[in-house]
């Protein structure tokens, strides 16, 4: 393995393999694109934080799936930040943003150094994961309560409730950047059952499998996020004694997926009294929650949009 060769350290999945115990996982290195996506908002630090955190819960996620499409992970809930969107699609654009009340969040965070909890911030709900392959084709949707202090306690929980899956996930978001700007990390190990089961060596499985998840908790929340830690250095310091075999990486970039059509499309399903509504005004503008780009209708722009 070589680590001076790894053309980019930024932005990007590391798929790895632990082979002799058919160990699967996924390193998460995200700087530019989630410091974009971030400050595209103008977000309270932990609102921020913690959409950091969904969006790279959303990318280490989505890379444990074969899919076509788009991988969208949202949280609905009570707390002060009732909802948390994160996408990415198969080629790697991701996107996200989150909906918040300003004085509940006041409350629930006193604006100082600590960090306030899930629980704290999001309150009961649910998270929901959904793959969207295109028209004609199914819907995967998973739901799950949210139970747990951090979201990553929240999708091994889920993990555990609906999925025949053993996994292990560390997510880490800060102000880490050389400029300051927001960068993030995620880990993930699964296992991946061999063909034909353990059969005699099930406990050589166990061990190892158990052996992994403590390296994995040995990363430590600045690893998982520093700009100076290749990915592949920091598998390699963790797992080096295990045997991890590297893949080629897959990049990540902010981009949204919104356009004037899209916008329009959407317009269309609206009822004729609504758009009749909107027709009052001179201009409707529609803001892309994600991006924040603004797309404006005139009055007779809604007119032709209206169905026949
Ligand atoms: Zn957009």
Redesign the pocket.
């Given at each position: 393995m070589s680590v001076e060769t790894d053309p980019r350290s930024d932005d990007l999945v590391q798929p790895f393999q632990i082979d002799p115990f058919a160990l699967r996982g996924r390193l998460v290195r995200l700087g530019p694109t989630v410091d974009r996506i971030l400050s595209q908002h103008d977000y309270p630090e932990p609102v921020a934080a913690i959409l950091g955190e969904a969006i790279t819960l959303a990318v280490v996620l989505a890379g444990a799936l074969k899919y076509e499409g788009v991988f969208t992970l949202q949280t609905k809930s009570d707390g002060p930040i009732r909802l948390l969107v994160a996408d990415v699609s198969t080629e790697g654009a991701v996107?996200g943003y989150a909906q918040y009340d300003s004085e509940r969040l006041e409350a629930a965070w006193d604006g100082n150094g600590s960090s306030p909890s899930v629980p704290d911030l999001i309150g009961s709900g649910y998270i929901a994961f959904t793959v969207d392959q295109g028209e004609h084709t199914d819907r995967y949707q998973g739901i799950v309560e949210i139970v747990g202090a951090t979201l990553a306690e929240c999708a091994q929980h889920y993990f555990r409730q609906s999925e025949q899956i053993q996994a292990g996930i560390k997510l880490s978001v800060g102000r880490t950047g050389h400029d300051g700007g927001w960068r993030a990390g995620g880990l993930m190990l699964q296992r991946v059952p061999p063909e034909g089961g353990y059969g005699v060596i099930a406990d050589d499985f166990e061990d190892g499998w158990r052996r992994a998840m403590v390296l994995m908790s040995t990363a430590t929340p600045a690893e998982l996020v520093d700009p100076d830690l290749p990915p592949r250095r920091l598998l390699f310091r963790l797992f080096h004694d295990e045997g991890v075999r590297v893949y080629y990486t897959h990049p990540l970039e902010a981009r949204?997926?919104?356009s004037r059509e899209r916008i329009a499309k959407i317009l269309r399903s609206f009822p004729a009294s609504d758009i009749e509504e909107m027709r009052e005004e001179k201009v409707t503008t529609v803001t892309?929650?994600?991006?924040?780009?603004r797309y404006e209708f005139t009055s007779d722009d809604l007119a032709r949009l209206a169905p026949a």
């Open positions: 996107r949204c997926r919104c892309c929650e994600f991006c924040n780009t």
